[in-house]
């Protein structure tokens, strides 16, 4: 019952966000099952969502400009910019 409580939850929270936010969210709960399953713990879990999440949050904000894209600079920098 507790999983179907927390699925329920989760499609609740994509509803009505932008597409930062979703993949936010969808990074964020692949990011606590990848870590609870590697470590078998919540602190793990906790560490990955929180991971997972800021990842898709960053994924997801270049997504919602459009005309703009994602380059890298020589030393490894990644920034955002006019294509």
Known sequence: MRKILLAVAAAGLLAGCTTAERTAVGGALAGAAIGGL??????GAAIGAGIGGATGYLLGRVADRP?????????????????
Request: glycine residues 18%; hydrophobic residues 15%; aromatic residues 14%.
């Open 38 to 43: 590697a470590t078998g713990t919540g602190t």
């Open 67 to 83: 005309g703009y894209c994602r380059y890298r600079t020589p030393d490894g920098r990644i920034y955002t910019a006019e294509c």
